[in-house]
């Protein structure tokens, strides 16, 4: 049996300092994803999802241990986040109006098949409401820029607001894709004051004007 192996170490994708902006060239990922709408303090809909999503991620996990001899740690909760103006993310941060895709990584040495797999095992034992929305997917963000944010989510607007007005533009760069956010402390354990959450943004350079 190989060492397990925990992404949060392994991969520099997962990799932030507190107070530093760094452009990293994330690598092409698949998750398991679902999607939802609202404020994930109050929506019922965001229980939901963590409800069906964790149960496959472990089934998962365990499979791969079982048949594979590879065991790693579950990565942490993720979260891809839109809005109809990107303002929204550095002012009130109502999250209320905010689309969301939860999203939980899974190693590459798995594929479809045990996927497919892994939800028929969650099922047998009494499947979540939301199991059948849980899809897995590879998400390409390429290059990006992103921090650690100490602290609750609601004071993530100023940092986030130093990312995108300062830092992005002052580097020749502009945003596209999705706001993301990387949960490494678990809310339900940790006081807001400490929750460490990881900030990415993608970018790409901006085009020089036409000759």
Request: hydrophobic share 40%; net charge negative; proline share 7%.
């Amino acid at each position: 049996m190989a060492d397990k192996v925990d992404f949060k170490k392994s991969l520099d994708a997962y990799r932030a300092r507190r107070g530093t902006f760094r452009i990293v060239d994330v690598p092409a990922m698949q998750y398991l994803m679902i999607d939802g709408h609202g404020d994930p303090n109050t929506s019922p809909a965001f229980a939901a999802a963590t409800e069906a999503l964790y149960p496959v991620a472990y089934a998962l996990k365990f499979a791969s241990k079982r048949d594979l001899g590879r065991d790693y740690v579950v990565p942490p909760l993720e979260g891809l986040w839109t809005a109809d103006d990107m303002a929204a993310f550095t002012t009130a941060l109502d999250r209320s109006r905010w689309d969301w895709t939860l999203m939980i990584m899974v190693p590459d040495w798995l594929d479809e098949r045990g996927f497919t797999d892994a939800v028929a095992q969650v099922r047998a034992k009494g499947a979540p409401a939301r199991l059948d929305d849980v899809r897995l997917e590879t998400v390409s963000e390429g290059r990006c820029v992103q921090t650690l944010h100490v602290g609750p989510y609601d004071a993530e607007g100023p940092v986030l607001a130093r990312m995108h007005d300062e830092f992005i533009p002052d580097h020749g760069l502009r945003m596209t894709g999705l706001h993301h956010e990387i949960y490494l402390s678990d809310a339900r354990r940790v006081a807001p004051e400490k929750l460490r959450t990881i900030l990415r943004q993608p970018v790409e350079d901006v085009a020089p004007p036409a000759a």
